[in-house]
């Protein structure tokens, strides 16, 4: 990113155009002042600007984000009567925590122009070094973090089976929590990480039903996301039945539910794993998934329907991966989807369309339309609802 003063102008476009009349009224929201103050910089009218973030903050100043905080602080240095606002909120600044920036964020606002005000004054270099003392503990903390997550994670994992273990179908006994695997991949170096939720009050003297979740953004994601310990927000582990195992591959460009076939055959690898480590219901999981995942959960519900006992899609694609055809989608096996009218990336028309033409020969697949929420809906307020019902609705037929 060039700036956090672009960063800034972007977060108030992505608020809607300012609407300078509306401002002059009485009742403003926050996210109106912050619209207004925005298009005010942008009108090159800073001390008005200056104004407005100050009546935005006055309630709790706590709110701000870090790119709010910057604008505001471009803003006061522009405007010389109001300097001292622009340290109390780049102070401000620097004590936000987490900072969503690097260190190259960092040199490129020490050299915007905007701040030249500011650049003169004793305090600025002490600025620059607090902001960078904050930029090396926070990155100091997050490598902490992983280390420990990754400790805790491996440390639930059980040990492979052994041949006569599996025959005789004996299960160790496992920790409640996440446990962290890796999966080699046949004549290949790659080793494919998965999360295994372990429910509280899992006994290996009774089955649990499996949910094997597709995470999306997978042809966006250049490395796979088993080192971040965040994914524990995932909505798939507050979603899923309590007393069900949730099975979670991490996928990545390289290496993918998008085109690469080897990434689709490790899933089903994945999954006779768990089977091999722990009880599950004999009926076999579901599987389901969110954009590049929801798409891939089609794929299987098409092209390997035997893999899984059911099928559940979140804001997948009008298409199916790897060009495969719908063919009799899940043959015989329940097939949910949920997309959501104003998805701007899989538009509901083109999503409808191709649900349209292909139902009839596959009655077993629901189209759910989810009013609003994005392609993102999963991440919105009725998100885990939605995909809690989901799959109620899939295990309560095992």
Known sequence: MKSLYLSFMTY?????????????????TYEQLMEQGGAQLQAQNPCEAVATFQHAFAPDSTRANEFELFGAATAAAKCPARRALAWRWLGQLSRHRPLRMTAQDLDN?????????LKTEAAWPRWVAAMRRALAE?????????????????????????SQGRKRTRWATAQPGLALYFSSVPNDTVRMPYLVRV????????????VVYLHGGVANTSQFGHN????????????APPNALVVYPFGRQTFGWVDQPAAFAQIEAIVREVQARYRT???????????????????????????????YALSPAPNLPLGA?????????TCLQFSAQDDTLYPYSAVQAFYAANQRQTPEWKLQTVPTG????????????????????????L
Request: no cysteine; glycine share 10%; aromatic share 8%.
């Open 138 to 162: 926070q990155e100091a903390a997050v490598r902490a973090a992983q280390v420990r997550w990754r400790r805790e994670t491996q440390a639930r994992a059980l040990s492979t089976p052994t």
């Open 325 to 333: 055809s719908i063919g009799r989608l899940g043959q015989g096996k």
């Open 374 to 397: 994005g392609h993102s809906f999963l991440y919105g307020p009725d998100g885990i609802m939605i995909l809690q019902q989901a799959l109620t609705r899939l295990l309560t037929k």
């Open 199 to 210: 429910p509280a009050g899992y006994s290996p003297a009774r089955p649990a039903p499996v």
């Open 109 to 117: 606002v020490s050299q915007d122009p905007a701040l030249a005000s």
């Open 281 to 311: 219901a004999p009926r076999g999981p579901v599987l389901g998934g969110m954009s590049n995942g929801g798409s891939a959960a089609l794929w299987f519900a098409s092209q390997r329907p035997d893999s899984f006992s059911g099928f």
């Open 12 to 28: 108030a476009l992505l608020l809607g155009n300012a609407d300078i009349a509306r401002a002059q009224t009485t009742a403003f």
């Open 228 to 239: 971040d310990p965040e994914v524990v927000n995932e909505p798939i582990f507050a979603a």
